[in-house]
């Protein structure tokens, strides 16, 4: 018996030879055939069931599947190329191929050809043979139960593959926007990127909310849209720091031009949340993801970690480093998911002052180093030298590997860390200190 194989203009183009006496279900030509034995179009015209020999084909014609039934030409062996066209007109693929290995490989090789998107697979059970083996099957029913091949939280790098080369194409633009203000932390970090983690640490009073208060500001005038979360000292205060940053000079003995600075300040993409102490993580969140969405938010800083979590008679039972590293947990999440920059303020642990602070001195377990994907720290030398220095260390870098330190000098009168223009003689200096503290390219990924 012989069943005709049309291709997507109608026509016979090879036929599938069946052969019931001796099992012989072979297809006419072996080579190139780019035709398929097609059912009448049902209400469902947009699906069809992909089945592999001519028995399966008529099984389900018979029970009157509400679906096209589409018959391959050559079974589980191949999908051709010349039958894709064919193929293109239906939104979803049903592929009920077998309960073999190789039934099961073909599977999932013939949905990348055809688009996982729009593939779904009867499972290959016991209790899910084909039809031809078991006429008395529930057939709507199983084929109901088909599983998507797809899911939204796999792919492969032929999915990626644009991506890479855009990366590539664009690099300075992925590796993030610039500091005007701190062209040394460009060198090492390369720049400032959406979806990542940062945490900075710091012995108390060495200037964390001053300096994070200057990066952010920095970023936030090149218009990167900014939240501010300061559960620590009040929103005012935080604004008058900025405002002076901005201006580079005192406040208060130029009050003459306040007007025209708040007017430019007014005019930057920065956002405050209004919380001031305690807050639980899940009201904190609420708040974030609500700016994110209204104001696309591309920078959230929250300072500080522990004035947040603060402490409560309910609390009390809980762990503290349980609760700091489900505030991380949150954020982590919330940054990737988002593709949205997250800035951490997080006090160390109590250490000799006499030692530098690592990524191990961070108060809590290690799962704010371990999710971070930069991680800085504010030495200060200062507190143990009459001649020591402070400065800002990188001691995590995720994206690029590279580490160093960038020489933080603070002028009061403009409440600021910006880096000095320095000569060419300088610059070489610097850059074969910084050089000399880059890390090995085996550790980029960790």
């Given amino acids: 018996m012989f069943f005709p194989l049309e291709n997507i203009e109608s026509e016979v183009v090879g036929y599938r030879k069946i052969n019931s006496a001796h099992s012989i279900d072979e297809t006419l030509p072996t080579i190139k055939c780019g035709g398929i034995l097609i059912s009448k179009p049902p209400k469902h015209k947009d699906t069809a069931v ?44 049903i592929l009920w191929l077998g309960n073999e290995t190789k039934a099961w490989e073909a599977a999932r090789d013939f949905a990348r050809k055809l688009g996982e998107k729009r593939c779904l697979i009867v499972r290959p059970t016991d209790a899910h043979k084909l039809p031809h083996l078991a006429e008395s099957q529930d057939f709507k029913a199983i084929l109901s139960e088909a599983q998507p091949i797809w899911h939204k939280s796999i792919t492969t790098f032929a999915n990626l593959r644009a991506d890479v080369y855009s990366d590539l194409l664009n690099i300075d633009k992925v590796q993030g926007v610039k500091w005007k203000r701190f062209p040394t932390l460009n060198k090492i970090l390369k720049g400032h990127r959406r979806g990542e983690l940062t945490v900075i640490t710091g012995p108390t009073g060495s200037g964390k909310t001053t300096f994070i208060s200057e990066y952010s ?11 501010w979360g300061s ?141 971070a994907d930069n991680v800085l720290i504010i030495q200060d030398r200062r507190l143990t030298s009459t001649k020591g220095k402070k400065y800002l260390q990188v001691a995590k870098n995720r994206y690029s590997g590279d580490l160093g330190v960038m020489t933080l000098e603070f002028n009061k009168a403009a409440l600021s860390y910006q880096q000095k223009t320095k000569t060419k003689e300088k610059k070489k200096s610097d850059e074969s200190s910084t050089d000399s503290s880059t890390q090995d390219e085996s550790n980029v990924i960790s």
């Fill in 231 to 371: 559960f620590e000292i009040r929103n005012a205060r935080l604004a008058k720091t900025m405002l002076q940053q901005m201006a580079g000079f005192p406040l208060d003995e130029n009050l003459h031009l306040f007007d025209d600075l708040a007017n430019e300040f007014e005019k930057l993409p920065i956002y405050f949340m209004t919380f001031h102490g305690q807050q639980a993580i899940k009201v904190v969140m609420e708040a974030v993801e609500h700016a994110t969405y209204v104001y696309d938010i591309g920078h959230v800083i929250i300072d500080n970690v522990q004035f947040m979590m603060g402490m409560t008679e309910e609390q009390k039972h809980l762990d503290r480093f349980w609760r700091q590293d489900a505030i991380v947990q949150a954020f982590r999440q919330f940054a990737t998911r988002k593709n949205c920059h997250v800035t951490l303020v997080i006090h160390p642990r109590k250490e000799r002052e006499d030692e530098d602070l690592t990524t191990s001195s961070i108060f809590g377990g290690a799962k704010a180093s371990q999710e």
């Fill in 50 to 93: 992909l089945v592999p020999n001519i028995p399966d084909f008529l099984a389900l014609l018979n029970a009157k599947v509400n679906s096209n039934i589409v018959c391959l030409p050559n079974g589980v062996s191949n999908l051709s190329q010349y039958v894709l066209p064919s193929l293109e007109k239906y939104k979803k693929l």
């Fill in 217 to 227: 500001l920095d970023l936030a005038v090149q218009g990167v849209n900014t939240l």
